[in-house]
């Protein structure tokens, strides 16, 4: 042993041993010794096959941080673990992210190793690279499996998501759940980015209409929908309608509450669903759904998502008998859930709505820790479930009728050993949570595959009715249908038409009535002097000689103002309008 752990812990098939010290450095003899591991050919082979022995080295940088084994990886679900009746239907797993740009440039030391793939170590009191540096508190967890930073995309998936997509392909309900500190890989965990990258809803889709198109038969028959939703500030918000964030409509929001649907379980009413067949347009509602997703800048992360966010896919499926009687209809529900990140406020930065964001998502992600300790804890009665919507909403997730699977996220950076450590932490007393999967039947008919084939079958029949009938009866009924229409068409034609000639001549007269004002106008700024000017000297004056003169037919009249004009009408013989 090459490693000064202050905690160092031998597991054995009956026994662990565990001894805790301050910072006592002990060389590889004495603390073998002091623990009770053989050294040297005292190791049986046969304990070496069993136990593999490892080299614990100081943690010396990146490079030589994280190990795993070249073993071919097996799904968590396996046929021999999955068994419902145990109640063995909840797996954790750890995922370590790489170091970012940000850990980078500051050259963060890494605290984390992973040793095959289901323990992971971490060790604090590395925050300060210096020569005289103390080893603070070493802790080592077991989960169900730990993905070193080097695991792809498709790796994570193939033994921790793909066994829960299938199962829900059987009727049964599936869960996802990624949790941990902000900035630690949530989102790209769950939704991914483009090609060898996607995340696991563009990887489940395509697993749920694969498994459609080439493993089930022909008398089969799948209806499969999809909803997107956030929590934000403990408000739901139905991210596929368009209407409830753009518009700001608080009576949309506040219509979405969580029900108990009458055979068990919890459904949001009022929320959209849309029928989806085919992978492209399940992707589609997730980039218009994260787009309407609220998300910010913070010192931590450039695009902090500051809600929680469920992808929900449920897939109904009906086998289909001969006489299509008697069949089977099974409900699988598979929730896809993207948390928001856990934050320190004196290390994201944050301050004003988003600082009230903050407090929303630590409240909430407190309340989903007391339900997992409620569930871990022995004698415990009551689960509050509803101290908050989100595990409201996760609550057939935890503890209930589904098969789940939780995925931790962390950095390696010991700048986040704290957060870390508690993640870690959490993740192990998550463990003890009890799941008892079964199939949802749909014994009701209230399914909507179920209604739809109600439906076809009293089509069928009306069809076939009229067939052996001559559709005579039907015919009529059709025909007097569309004289109805036509009668009630012909009415509204009319009064449309009555209604455009009582427009048309409400503006004629309106049109009158603005040319009787305007010559009102002319007549008043006629008689209206102006200031500083003779009447005869003004452009009215003369403008209404040559009205005057071409009514006379006169070429015009030159006559002296203030002399003859007045005796001059006295000679000649007018009538009383001239």
């Known amino acids: ?27 590889a003899g004495n603390l073998a010794a002091l623990v009770g591991i053989p050294t040297g050919p005292r190791v049986s082979q046969g304990e070496q096959k069993a136990r593999p022995t490892r080299t614990l080295r100081a943690f010396e940088g990146p490079a030589s941080l994280f190990s795993t084994d070249d073993a071919a990886e097996e799904s968590l679900f396996s046929t021999k673990s999955s068994s419902t009746s145990q109640g063995n239907n909840f797996k954790v ?55 070193a930073p080097d695991t792809s995309q498709e790796h994570l998936y193939l033994s921790a998501v793909k066994p829960v997509v299938r199962s829900i392909l059987e009727g049964y309900n599936g869960s996802i759940i990624a949790y941990g500190q902000t900035s630690t890989g949530k989102t790209y965990t769950v939704e991914g980015n483009e090609g060898d990258q996607k995340g696991i809803i563009p990887r489940a889709s395509e697993e749920v209409f ?3 198109e080439t493993q089930s038969d022909s008398s089969s028959r799948f209806l499969v929908r999809a909803s997107f939703l956030q929590i934000y500030n403990e408000k739901i918000m139905d991210l596929l309608d368009m209407h409830s ?53 913070t010192k931590l992360n450039r695009s902090s998502s500051r809600s929680h966010a469920v992808f929900t896919v449920i897939v109904e499926h009906s086998t289909l008998n001969q006489d299509a009687e008697g069949k089977s209809v099974t409900i699988g529900k598979l929730n896809l859930v993207d948390l928001a990140g856990s934050e320190r406020v004196k290390e994201s930065g944050v301050h004003g709505q988003r600082l009230e964001e903050a407090k929303k998502i630590n409240l909430s992600l407190s309340a989903f820790g007391k339900v997992i300790l409620a ?18 909403i996760l609550q057939d997730s935890l503890g209930g009728n589904c098969k789940t699977t939780l995925i931790t996220t962390i950095t390696p950076a010991a700048l986040h050993f704290s957060e870390s450590v508690n993640s870690l932490k959490f993740a192990n007393r998550a463990k003890s949570v009890k799941n008892y999967a079964m199939v949802n ?4 008919q209230q399914a909507m595959l179920s209604k739809y084939e109600q439906e076809i079958k009293k089509l069928r029949r009306a069809l076939a009715q009229q067939h052996l009938t001559g559709g005579h009866l039907e ?37 009158h009535e603005k040319l009787k004002l305007q010559q009102r106008i002319s007549e008043l700024e006629e008689e209206v002097l102006v200031g500083g000017t003779r009447p005869e000297e003004t452009p009215e004056f003369e403008m209404a000689v040559r009205k005057v003169c071409a009514m006379l037919d006169v070429q015009s009249l030159p006559l002296p103002l203030g002399t003859s004009s007045r005796s001059k009408c006295h000679t000649q013989p007018c009538d009383k309008k001239d």
């Open 245 to 297: 964030k753009r518009e700001k409509d608080d009576s949309r929001i506040d219509r979405l509450r969580i029900r108990e649907a009458a055979g068990g379980g919890v459904f949001v009413d009022n929320l959209s669903e849309h029928i989806v067949k085919s992978p492209g347009e399940i992707l589609d509602l997730l980039k218009r759904g994260a787009s309407m997703r609220t998300t910010a800048q």
């Open 210 to 212: 694969n498994y459609i």
């Open 375 to 392: 569930l871990t804890s022995p004698g415990q009665q009551h689960i509050p479930y509803r101290d908050s919507k989100l595990t409201r």
């Open 475 to 511: 015919v009529k009924e059709e025909l007097h249908r569309v004289q109805t229409q036509w009668i009630q068409v012909t009415k509204e034609k009319e009064d449309v038409e009555s209604e455009l000639a009582k427009r048309v001549e409400e503006v004629e007269q309106t049109q």
């Open 441 to 444: 039947e749909d014994f009701s």
């Open 1 to 27: 042993l090459e490693y000064p752990p202050v905690r160092v812990s031998q597991h054995h098939p009956f026994l662990q041993f565990t001894f805790s010290m301050s910072s006592t450095l002990l060389d």
């Open 93 to 147: 797993v750890v995922r370590i992210r790489p170091p970012i740009k940000r850990e980078q440039e500051v050259n963060a030391v890494m605290c984390v190793r992973v040793d095959g793939n289901e323990t992971v170590t971490i060790t604090g009191g590395l925050e300060v690279q210096s020569a005289d540096r103390q080893v603070g508190n070493v802790h080592s967890f077991m989960f169900d499996r730990v993905y």
